[in-house]
């Protein structure tokens, strides 16, 4: 029964993101992944499973013939996550036509924190094979993936739902290869965080080489530099790097500009060609005067974060015709739905019409075939074999023809 589909999720939506983590299960200790997973469906009586963690959602999607009722929930709870006592507010869930319908709008990206984002499809895919190949799932959310990639790649194919980044450090990257800076061109990177760490992700994969790293704790610069294949130096270092830089990307975690009228006129080594300055700090790390001053491309956050607004304001617009593709499919999938269960119906039906067939031929009726010629047994033979066919074809068509609809 289609209405056997049931999610239980965390998102950001229910969840303060920083709280999310709590929900991701704990694969590093004595229990392991897959055993909390049988554990949770032998105690539930959950048949299929699939297991979801992402850095803004936790979903659970499975098959069962129980309501998600709060005794449910608290029998989930107590079994998953026994410290977090009776507080169920924080749980989604979804049953029948709507477990399938988030599960599709969730693969979509159309339920996502940022829309569009295509990494969600992946990591949905990835779960499920992870299940698929611990034997936690089975042929109904088998069809259920299958049917949820499928929306996905027609919603990312006719609408422009992932296009105009939305990403700041992507956005930021566009603006830098915009500029038409050369791939041997000079890098100099002020600060190793995670902002940076992202923007070095970007660097390599654009192939750019020649970078030089400055951070505060001197293993970070280190770690970022073997990543890109750049050099690491002690961020007090700066004031004295006289190698020059075509491009600056700023971002630390300091309250105060790094970069100073002083030190961004010594770290030109006197030349006068226009750089790009690209400052991804809150609060600027790049102290106010310094774009007057200088010739430069100053590309800085602020400006980043109002193009990201439209962009993802351009993005809320195409969720309208996502979601129109979307009710189309979940159409499409009751029909298939119906279908395969018409299949799994009449599956063994040809394993017994052939035993039927056989004992006819070898049992009832052995004797009067030990009086046949060859060439009759033969004829006989051919006969029984498209008979035996007809009757496997003609009940299971009229099965949905009679069921589905025209």
Request: glycine fraction near 4%; charged fraction near 30%; hydrophobic fraction near 40%.
């Amino acid at each position: 029964m289609i209405e056997d589909y049931k999610i239980i999720t965390i998102t950001h939506k229910s969840a303060a993101l920083k709280d999310i983590g709590h929900f991701v299960l704990d694969e590093s200790g004595d229990i392991s992944l897959t055993d909390q997973l049988e554990i949770l469906k032998e105690e539930l009586s959950i048949p299929e499973l699939i297991y979801l963690p992402t850095c803004n959602r936790v979903l659970f999607f499975f098959s069962s013939e129980n309501t998600l009722d709060d005794s449910f929930l608290n029998q989930f709870t107590e079994i998953l996550y026994p410290d977090w006592g009776t507080n169920l507010d924080v749980f989604i869930t979804h049953e029948g036509e709507d477990a399938i319908r988030h599960l599709f709008e969730v693969a979509a990206s159309v339920d996502s924190l940022v829309v569009g984002e295509r990494e969600i499809i992946r990591q949905l895919r990835q779960s499920y094979e992870r299940c698929r190949k611990e034997q936690l799932t089975g042929d109904s959310l088998r069809l259920a993936m299958d049917a949820t990639v499928k929306t996905a790649k027609r919603v990312y194919a006719n609408t422009r739902i992932g296009e105009k980044q939305v990403s700041i450090v992507s956005l930021a990257i566009k603006k830098l290869l915009e500029s038409h800076i050369s791939k041997d061109d000079r890098i100099l990177v002020v600060g190793a965080g995670q902002t940076n760490a992202l923007v070095g992700k970007f660097l390599k994969k654009y192939e750019f080489s020649n970078i030089a790293i400055f951070n505060r704790t001197l293993p970070k610069a280190e770690e970022l530099a073997h990543f890109t294949g750049g050099k690491a130096y002690a961020l007090d270092s700066l004031k004295n790097y006289k190698a020059g830089f075509d491009c600056m990307i700023v971002c630390t975690g300091s309250t105060e500009p790094i970069i100073t009228s002083d030190l961004y006129e010594s770290l030109l080594i006197g030349e006068e060609d226009k750089k790009v300055v690209i400052d991804l700090a809150i609060p600027n790390n790049v102290d106010h005067p310094v774009p007057e001053q200088f010739v430069m491309d100053y590309i800085e956050i602020d400006g980043l974060k109002l193009l990201a607004k439209e962009n993802l304001a351009f993005r809320a617009q195409e969720v309208f015709k996502a979601k129109d593709i979307i009710e189309q499919e979940i159409c499409e999938y009751h029909t298939l739905y119906k279908e395969r269960q018409i299949e799994r119906a009449f599956s063994s039906m040809p394993t017994q019409i052939k035993e039927i067939k056989s004992r006819a031929m070898n049992e009832v009726f052995a004797k009067e075939m030990d009086h046949l010629d060859e060439e009759t047994k033969d004829l006989l033979e051919r006969m029984m074999t498209y008979m035996e066919k007809k009757c496997i074809s003609i009940p299971m068509k009229v099965a949905k023809e009679t069921i589905l609809p025209s």
